[in-house]
């Protein structure tokens, strides 16, 4: 099993640019999650999606836009790159257990805004 | 705003020391406390959890202490090794979503 798979595992944008960080999993697992982390700091939540076509957000979402077609991509899409995003972003699932034993990460994605 | 405060935010322990972390957290309605592991280059894995009506919980050299009252938890590594030298942090988990504290980066020196 691949588990969570995350590419790009790097890129640099420039100021303004778009792009898709593209995030599947093989887990059948309903959750789906977006986190990002900043040097230092601890992981944020972005967006989450409990199924196919539910998503809501999280703690930091302005700037970003998710969807979900399907139970196994959750694909996350940054409009109008700014330097605040220069961060690492992790895609994660889980069957949504209330003890968070069942949470799978990515590797992450390594972005940096010029 | 953090819901969850996690201190050291880095430490340095001898091999076969004690390592011990701390975390408050601010809402009294999780579920669940979860620590992750995580190596550089890596997504955080899980290590050890505890429910909130536990005091305490041991896997191996790792051992969950939980004060309710005092919304605090905290996570001891024993007899440390290189091999556990990585970025730890304390979560709370609430419908399904993790609340992550800030993380501390723990070297272990032979």
């Known amino acids: 099993n691949a588990g969570v798979t995350q590419t790009p595992k790097f890129r640099i944008l420039k100021i303004g640019q778009s792009m898709t960080l593209q995030c599947t999993q093989d887990?059948?697992?309903?959750?789906m999650y977006w986190y990002r982390q900043d040097p230092g700091m601890g992981l944020k939540l972005i967006y989450y999606s409990v199924g196919a076509g539910i998503t809501d957000k999280g703690e930091v979402p302005n700037g970003y836009n998710v969807s979900r077609s399907t139970t196994e991509d959750f694909p996350l899409r940054l409009e109008l790159a700014a330097p605040s995003q220069t961060s690492v972003y992790f895609c994660?699932?889980?069957?949504?257990?209330?003890w968070g034993v069942g949470y799978t990460f990515g590797s992450g994605t390594r972005l940096t805004v010029v | 705003q953090q819901q969850v405060k996690q201190s050291p935010q880095s430490l340095i322990v001898q091999k076969g020391g004690i390592s011990i972390i701390n975390c408050a957290y601010e809402?009294?309605?999780?579920?669940?406390f979860p620590w992750y592991q995580q190596f550089p280059g890596k997504g955080p894995a899980l290590l050890i959890a505890i429910r909130p009506d536990v005091s305490e919980k041991k896997e191996g050299r790792f051992t969950i202490s939980f004060n309710k009252s005092a919304k605090q938890f905290s996570l001891h590594i024993m007899d440390s090794q290189p091999g556990d030298s990585a970025t730890y942090f304390c979560?709370?988990?609430?419908?399904?979503?993790?609340?992550f504290g800030g993380g501390t980066r723990v070297l272990v020196k032979p």
């Open positions: 887990m059948n697992h309903n959750y």
């Open positions: 809402n009294t309605a999780f579920d669940y």
């Open positions: 994660a699932s889980s069957y949504g257990d209330a």
């Open positions: 979560a709370a988990i609430k419908n399904g979503k993790l609340t």
